[in-house]
Antibody, heavy 120, light 107 residues
């Protein structure tokens, strides 16, 4: 059974750095043609892609946010991390990790999401 | 970057109606398009991939079509469980893009 589960702080202060963890099971982070992504959604807004990490550790970032984002992984614990620096109230929202299946070029499995609020 | 434009942004319909949502790409994306359904408080769920391939377990009233720059998601007979927000999605050049979403509301 394939699952992804996000974890991290519920509340962060403006200017702080957010670190989120995605713990995957049922597949390996080395799986060919599978990539783990972070996607977020502000309240009442559309989905916004943030970052991706590939089996060979290649990383990709949203053009608009790349200066603030770092995606990394720990294959021994099957975890993918996202750090976002200089958090602001506009970064409030639900953060999802999702598995991209490159054969279909789409996201076939999603985590439940973790809600992050940015407030002082 | 390729832009994905969905229309309409909101759609009011009744149970049993045929519903069509459109997604336009700013340049040709061949058939690399997926559709997702999202209900409030839930993660998106894949419905369609490669423009017209139906995800396993998704009811056959959902269908996708199109190629190049224009794509459609059709619900042949809207059911109560289908009231949700729908998103199209594309991947190109190490970047993933979602449409703005279409909310299907009860008329």
């Amino acid at each position: 059974q394939i699952t992804l589960k996000e974890s991290g702080p519920v509340l962060v202060k403006p200017t702080e750095t957010l670190t989120l963890t995605c713990t995957v099971s049922g597949f390996s982070l080395y799986s060919a043609r599978m990539r783990v992504n972070w996607i977020r959604q502000a309240p009442g807004k559309a989905l916004e892609w943030l970052a991706q990490i590939s089996p060979n550790d290649e990383k990709a970032y949203s053009t608009s946010l790349k200066t603030r984002l770092t995606i990394s992984r720990d294959t021994s614990t099957s975890q993918v991390f996202l750090t976002m620096t200089n958090m602001d109230s506009v970064d409030t929202g639900t953060y999802y990790c999702a598995r991209a299946e490159m054969a279909s070029v789409s996201f076939d499995y999603w985590g439940q999401g973790t809600l992050v609020a940015v407030s002082s | 970057d390729i832009q994905m434009t969905q229309s309409p942004s909101t759609l009011s319909a009744s149970v049993g109606d045929r519903v069509t949502i459109t997604c336009r790409a700013s340049q040709s994306i061949i058939s690399w398009l997926a559709w997702y359904q999202q209900k409030p408080g839930k993660a998106p769920k894949r419905l369609i991939y490669k423009a017209s391939s139906l995800e396993s377990g998704v009811p056959s009233r959902f269908s996708g079509s199109g190629s190049g720059t224009e794509f459609t998601l059709t619900i042949s007979s809207l059911q109560p469980d289908d009231f949700a927000t729908y998103y199209c999605q594309h991947f190109d050049n190490y970047s993933w893009t979602f449409g703005q979403g279409t909310k299907v509301e009860i008329k």
